[in-house]
């Protein structure tokens, strides 16, 4: 996940335009979902603003045609899905409260999605808080159910926001890459010698990052986060969104691996050209023939173009391009 500043994207302004035609004419989406909560009517309200074309292509170039949360290209497989943060209709949470409808076409709370992300669906995922993990058969891997759809789950209930004009001061458990720095919360697991492209609950005192328990429930995720001294948003959000499903992990590990050949490779490469150039210099200047200033400049050539497809790697359209940097750093450090 990706810090994201959003005020550099325009709102769109279909989100709150009055319809031109039909029943609903000079009417906006905000003001028919208002009469039809408040009016008391039965079934959810069809929100479509939303699905305009206008917020799609305006969230793609906001996110880079990425899954806001686990950074997936998502047009590889299959369309994006244009998430509410808040969900719309229904809150799993809080069986009585009607949804965040008065949000259903605010402009801060849509996201793009992969299908993953934001559908419940059955996953592979590790855990539980705490476990040491060096490599996926080592991992405690296990079959459980993950994607937000309608959690929204909050650290104290008694915060939710209930009505339209209520404040937003909700202790909200789940990150939003525009409202939230997920660096705060997040931490990569990037060991060198057992690459594995998994995500951690940040610790929030220096001690170890940890795993979130696959199986428990939002609110037991962030008790026993504070239990432990992780973040409890990054631990909650992991869980809820499924950051550590096994399709994920293999493609950040990908990345990872990617990361490693192509250091690999400029080292290499570096050092080969520095053979070349030693030799030059070490012949007297009438057995020059050019041979071995050719070779040494086809190898500088090269390694700039393996440190080029790492600096690719980690740039903002990239997908996994948080992982990625996370390597950088740490071989910087190192």
């Known amino acids: 996940m990706r810090r994201v500043d959003r005020s550099k994207y325009p709102r769109p302004e279909v989100l709150s335009a009055p319809y031109t035609r039909g029943a609903a004419k ?24 939303y699905k305009e074309d206008a917020v799609k292509q305006e969230l793609e170039l906001m996110f880079h045609r990425k899954c806001a949360y686990c950074e997936s290209a998502y047009d590889y497989v299959h369309p994006v899905d244009v998430e509410h943060y808040r969900p719309k209709n229904a809150v799993d949470e809080a069986p009585t409260h009607s949804g965040y409808w008065w949000l259903a076409m605010d ?20 855990g539980p808080l705490g476990e040491s993990l060096t ?5 405690g891997w296990r079959q459980t159910t993950s994607g937000k759809a309608t959690l929204f789950p909050l650290g104290d209930e008694a915060t939710r926001w209930a ?3 209520d404040p937003d001061g909700e202790d909200r458990l789940l990150l939003d890459p525009c409202r939230d720095d997920p660096a705060e919360h997040l931490a990569w697991h990037v060991d060198r010698d ?17 795993l979130p328990d696959p199986d428990a429930a939002p609110g037991d995720v962030a008790a026993e986060a504070g239990r432990v001294r992780v973040s409890k948003m990054g631990a909650v959000s992991i869980q809820v969104y499924g950051l550590n499903r096994t399709g994920l ?9 990617d990361m490693e050949f192509l250091y690999s490779l400029a080292i290499s490469l570096g050092a080969l050209a520095g053979e070349f150039r030693a ?51 740490a071989v910087l450090e190192d």
């Open 26 to 49: 000079g009417k906006t989406e905000l003001e028919l979902a208002e009469a039809h909560v408040m009016g008391g009517e039965k079934g959810a309200f069809g929100f479509k603003r």
């Open 163 to 165: 009505a339209k004009d």
């Open 279 to 329: 030799r030059i210099a070490a012949r007297p200047p009438g057995l020059q023939d050019g041979f071995d200033a050719r070779v040494a400049a086809k190898l500088d050539a090269l390694r700039a173009e393996a440190l080029e497809r790492m600096r690719e790697k980690t740039a903002p359209d990239a997908p996994y391009c948080t992982i990625a940097r996370a390597w950088a750093r």
């Open 249 to 257: 992990v293999q493609a950040r590990t990908r990345v990872l691996r």
């Open 107 to 126: 402009w801060d709370n849509l996201l793009p999605s992969c299908i993953d992300c934001n559908r419940r669906r059955g996953q592979r995922v590790p």
């Open 194 to 210: 057992a690459l594995i492209g998994l995500v951690h609950a940040r610790a929030l005192d220096g001690g170890a990052h940890a």
């Open 135 to 139: 490599d996926m058969a080592g991992a």
